[in-house]
């Protein structure tokens, strides 16, 4: 999908708050060397393709008739709704290599063959650098045999063997890790012994003696 963008010259609150009202969401576009240029888009055309794009897929975008690629940096979204408050974009040159965080996925966790078991998936990113032809959207991960102490880290990922990408984190740090359930102690609780408490007739009768 493509999205518009247009240059803004509207800075501060009141100014910004007018275009909210409009259904256009204020954000600010970075290219390597050149100043930031503070644009917009229409808020339902933003959310749609960040849903769909995330941070770590390119996207095609028109900035007032010129057509650029663009990866989103950063988005801040409101607390409860689904609305998109400010947003940072890379304008991207498709010859020049980027870094960016790619989310790992566990691939076929929930089908995994050792049960009963506890996946544990450690990283939720990996940092890479490629040419923007070569990003992959996920890093990938095979779960489905791993066996009860088994560790999966970052030289396990699919992305590994691929040597159009290099992986900026360490090699050896751990993606996930698969364990037996750890059953629940429930330790009894030793109840002190009771006091006798006198009835009446023996408080009576200790009345009557004294």
């Known amino acids: 999908m493509k999205l518009n963008f247009t240059k803004r010259e509207a800075f501060g609150k009141n100014k910004v708050d007018k275009l909210r009202a409009q259904g256009l ?13 503070h644009v917009y888009a229409v808020e339902k055309d933003l959310v749609k393709a960040y849903q769909n794009a995330g ?13 650029k690629n663009i990866l989103f940096k950063d988005v801040q979204k409101h607390p409860f709704k689904n609305q998109i408050m400010h947003y940072d974009i890379y304008l991207i040159d498709m010859n020049q290599k980027i870094k960016v965080e ?49 560790t999966m880290t970052v030289e396990d990922l699919d992305i590994a063997k691929n040597e159009k990408i290099e992986i900026l984190t360490d090699r050896d740090e751990i993606v996930a890790t698969l364990s037996a359930p750890q059953e629940e102690v429930i330790e009894e609780e030793t109840s002190e012994a009771s006091v006798e408490v006198p009835t009446v007739a023996e408080t009576k009768e200790k009345e009557e003696e004294e």
């Open 25 to 37: 969401v204020p954000g600010v576009a970075y290219s390597k060397g050149e100043e930031a240029i």
């Open 55 to 67: 941070l770590s897929n390119i996207i095609k975008a028109d900035f007032d008739g010129e057509e």
């Open 102 to 150: 790619i989310p790992v996925v566990l691939e076929g966790r929930d089908n995994v063959k050792v049960q009963p078991s506890v996946l544990m998936q450690i990283l939720d990113t990996v940092e890479i650098e490629c040419l923007p032809a070569d990003l992959p959207s996920e890093a990938l991960v095979k779960v489905v045999d791993m066996q009860i102490g088994d």
